[in-house]
């Protein structure tokens, strides 16, 4: 498996300038594609009904098919020759057949279990076997997921916060352009909002600061980057004053910098240092005073990215029913939608390495570091 | 990093396990292009008027000119800086005249007769041809010679009963997405009718046979499929009955497995054992029991077909003009469309190698064998 | 560098028959993209206002970008991460911050004066810079200087006679598919203009000639095609008559064949042998009695060329204003439009080498040899 800076028939390049290439973090270099076993979430349960669907994840092709109440993900291939079974019909329950020649597989297990055009008879019936993927349903989302062997539990790759409360949700699941690692990056990095989304109609009441200095701190699975300063407005030598400040808009909460805010304590397990948090495979924790924001990086393959975006509040009955109504008429559109697309754009047209990091970068370099730590299972990537 | 089985500068991988690539088949493998010294047709006779005609064939780029009734192929490629004579000018008769300097060739040999900026004097004329390739007009069809050398009668490359019967035709071409070895072996193949057409119009009120068994013949030029066994219903173990029959639909008339069928006595030469044969360059011939259908499969390039359709009667008078009636009002939109865009459909989607043959893919197995046997004259495919 | 005709890892091949590739003008021939050390036009300066502009000249990513009367240009690409300048916002007088993170740039040496996001005292403040490239403004055009160094004056690359004279001009800009060498050769090309554009409107009521025998001439930076011969109509063996006079057609005035045409004595320093001419880094004049017709080919990248069209008459007052209205109604549409048309139609289809040269293409060899006696700092070009 090689990566974009090397090339057939060359020896490695000698170490080049820092910043040249990504050759201080190999492990994230090559992660391309993401990390094999894993649980990603791909669509809603919904958008899977009684024909299969065709996803790309982590470069691979898969057929979601549904029987019943369970959801099925197949390689999307027929080994016969090579046709994508989600073309294929439902012509007997528990099966899916390649529309082709009436290859049948067991939804189950991926084994051939009937040849409709070679009769009851067919040598090679049971012989042949499609990969099949675990699935799970969890938050009307389907997860797949990507490894060899046994999965662990769904938990495992999940929020702890999301485990066991009672909540309620508003998502939104987008296909976007640019490499997911670019994606991942852009949402834990602490520099970008305060110029980037400054113009957002989702801040248009509410100041951002200036500028911060920050700490990343480690706390279990997560990276949690941590305010020390935070500076509402600066004089820029030779410039002027830069400030977010205008006189329609509403300031955050004080906090006490350096100290652990204390987002919302109804939530068990969740005791966060700060706002903005992140971890393997690639999630993103949001966390503000009476909902979190959560964004999935799912590969797609090397140059597309799916983005599943969560809001989440830890409410019921009436509550979370006023959430509903709020996040379908403003959130999704404001912050699901035209601040995250600010993101996306970026994402989009972001060229690098070579690239020039800068004090808030820290962010950029502990998430590098960390997925190298996790010494993950990258997803081959050939070019 | 390793791209599509064989890289510049690697010697050959050891032999694969079967299925994963042609390699038992290595001219046919290799003739992703088609083949030369042969007849194709390309374009019915009235699609190239006043105006010069930009066609591929084989992966050669041809421009059609008309001269009265007769039609001229040369290389649309002027030597001069590289600009397509299909874009030229008829300036005198008998000739062609590039847009650019007006460089003007013989439509018969391709030679530079005349170079109408350069004065009655240029050196240049009588010293530069273009190439030109044999054209004959035949069933309506305009069909060219990619060859080297005086071409074989046209008469050698098609079917016997084409030749010497009086007949009227219908027809029909495409040019669809796909190499032309997958339409050749969709087009012989003898599993998939059975189930990827089952949802054709044109079989509405036909039962489909569930399942056959199956030999190929050679029968002089042709492979010949012929039916061992033909099975209406299948009860599937663990699936249930797998049936094409329906209270409304016909079933065709009884034949005798595995004895020749008469098809239509009448056609001189024509006493096939079987229903479906296939030939050098890759011509299909489907006999139904008043009616031939063909298709070449003429290779544009390596991922587009020129699909050429003909239904054949052997009929004259009033019957032949009932038959066009016919074709032009039902054959044409349910055969010759619906149905063979299944086909098509699957030509364009199928990816192999590598692939997993079943028993009925004995069909594809003999026709491979077949084109190996023939040792023909592969047209050279650079990637 | 590389070109199309060698590849990495492979020695040259042996030299090649004449015409088979372009090995006997080495440096025209990795010329892909154009020279360094000159000015080029590229825009019009009424075409950029409040907002960046995204150009590419010599396949460089340029920003274009205005502070009050003042155009500056900027390599379109953030060091931070890469992101284009050109999306940049206008944060502060005399800078360009950019989109993402707020790094600010100054216009006139692209040294990183502030970064928004990371306080007044950020550490990387001064550390960074961004390549700027000199800009003038000149007839209305903005234009670049893709070279290192200081640069020599922009007047070096004007024609003497743009210089110092009063002068009323009509332009356009497009950019036009192929590469720039082709639409150069096109410019300066003896044989083409007689054939291809023979219909177009331009040339309605003037009869061109059948054919020329041509000399070129050096005259100082210039090479200049000179008629020896000039032919109305041609009788051409075994074709017929070959001539674009028809009765409603005026012919030129006569010239005495070789003679220096007296093209129009009231312009400096234009004393010119013959009709078109034509210069480094890509300039061709074409010198009517009443007035000039230039274009620049200015390379985009290898496939797009921009072609800079003025159409200049010696004139001021009244007269110019007279100019002024009859080049909006009628030449910039019948000949800087439909006429270099036709031209960019050719450059589009033209597919060189190989070729076959014939005695008009002097003017193509005598302008590639001269390209090479100016030994050019080629701008490289990785494919």
């Given at each position: 498996?090689?990566?974009?800076?090397?090339?057939p028939?060359?020896?490695?390049?000698?170490?080049?300038q820092?910043g040249?290439?990504?050759?201080?973090?190999?492990?994230?270099?090559?992660?391309?594609?993401?990390?094999?076993?894993?649980?990603?979430?791909?669509l809603?349960?919904?958008?899977?009904?009684?024909?299969?669907?065709?996803?790309?994840?982590?470069?691979?092709?898969?057929?979601?098919?549904?029987?019943?109440?369970e959801?099925?993900?197949?390689?999307?291939?027929?080994?016969?020759?090579?046709?994508?079974?989600?073309?294929?019909?439902?012509q007997?329950?528990?099966?899916?057949?390649?529309?082709?020649?009436?290859?049948?597989y067991?939804?189950?297990?991926?084994?051939?279990?009937?040849?409709?055009?070679?009769?009851?008879d067919?040598?090679?019936?049971?012989?042949?076997?499609?990969?099949?993927?675990?699935?799970?349903?969890?938050?009307?989302?389907i997860?797949?997921?990507?490894?060899d062997?046994?999965?662990?539990?769904?938990?495992?790759?999940?929020?702890?916060?999301?485990?066991?409360?009672?909540?309620?949700?508003?998502?939104?699941?987008?296909i976007?352009?640019g490499?997911?690692?670019?994606?991942?990056?852009?949402?834990?990095?602490?520099?970008?909002?305060?110029?980037?989304?400054?113009?957002?109609?989702?801040?248009?009441?509410?100041?951002?600061?200036?500028?911060?200095?920050?700490?990343?701190?480690?706390?279990?699975?997560?990276?949690?980057?941590?305010?020390?300063?935070?500076?509402?407005?600066?004089?820029?030598?030779?410039?002027?004053?830069?400030?977010?400040?205008?006189?329609?808009?509403?300031?955050?909460?004080?906090?006490?910098?350096?100290?652990?805010?204390?987002?919302?304590?109804?939530?068990?397990?969740?005791?966060?240092?700060?706002?903005v948090?992140?971890?393997?495979?690639?999630?993103?924790?949001?966390?503000?005073?009476?909902?979190?924001?959560?964004?999935?990086?799912?590969?797609?393959?090397?140059?597309?990215?799916?983005?599943?975006?969560?809001?989440?509040?830890?409410?019921?009955?009436?509550?979370?029913?006023?959430?509903?109504?709020?996040?379908?008429?403003?959130?999704?559109?404001?912050?699901?939608?035209?601040?995250?697309?600010?993101?996306?754009?970026?994402v989009?047209?972001?060229?690098?390495?070579p690239?020039k990091?800068?004090?808030?970068?820290?962010s950029?370099?502990?998430?590098?570091?960390k997925?190298?730590?996790?010494?993950?299972?990258?997803?081959?990537?050939?070019?």
């Open positions: 498996m090689t990566t974009n800076a090397t090339s028939g060359r020896s490695r390049p000698q170490r080049r820092p040249q290439d990504w050759s201080s973090w190999p492990t994230y270099e090559s992660a391309v594609l993401g990390f094999r076993d894993h649980w990603y979430p791909v809603w349960t919904e958008q899977v009904g009684k024909k299969p669907v065709a996803v790309t994840v982590l470069g691979e092709n898969i057929a979601l098919v549904r029987e019943g109440e959801i099925h993900a197949l390689h999307d291939r027929c080994p016969h020759r090579g046709v994508p079974l989600s073309l294929g019909r439902r007997f329950p528990g099966t899916v057949s390649c529309p082709y020649h009436g290859w049948t067991d939804l189950k297990d991926g084994n051939l279990c009937g040849v409709l055009t070679d009769g009851p067919s040598p090679i019936k049971g012989r042949v076997k499609v990969r099949t993927y675990p699935v799970q349903q969890r938050f009307g989302l997860w797949v997921y990507i490894g062997g046994d999965p662990h539990p769904l938990n495992d790759d999940l929020p702890e916060e999301l485990r066991h409360n009672a909540l309620v949700i508003g998502g939104r699941t987008d976007r352009k490499n997911w690692r670019f994606a991942a990056e852009n949402g834990f990095d602490e520099g970008h909002a305060k110029y980037l989304h400054n113009t957002a109609l989702w801040r248009l009441f509410k100041v951002m600061p200036a500028w911060n200095k920050t700490r990343v701190v480690e706390r279990g699975e997560w990276l949690v980057r941590v305010q020390d300063e935070v500076h509402w407005e600066a004089d820029m030598p030779g410039l002027g004053l830069w400030t977010n400040k205008r006189w329609w808009k509403r300031m955050p909460l004080p906090d006490a910098p350096g100290k652990a805010q204390k987002i919302n304590p109804v939530i068990k397990g969740l005791d966060l240092p700060g706002f948090s992140i971890r393997m495979p690639g999630i993103l924790r949001v966390a503000y005073p009476h909902f979190i924001h959560y964004e999935w990086y799912v590969p797609v393959d090397a140059d597309n990215v799916r983005y599943v975006q969560l809001m989440v509040r830890f409410e019921t009955g009436a509550r979370a029913g006023l959430f509903k109504v709020k996040y379908l008429t403003a959130v999704r559109w404001l912050f699901h939608g035209q601040f995250t697309a600010q993101d996306a754009w970026m989009d047209v972001m060229d690098a390495p690239e990091l800068y004090r808030p970068d820290l950029l370099t502990a998430w590098r570091r997925v190298e730590q996790s010494r993950p299972n990258v997803q081959p990537y050939k070019r």
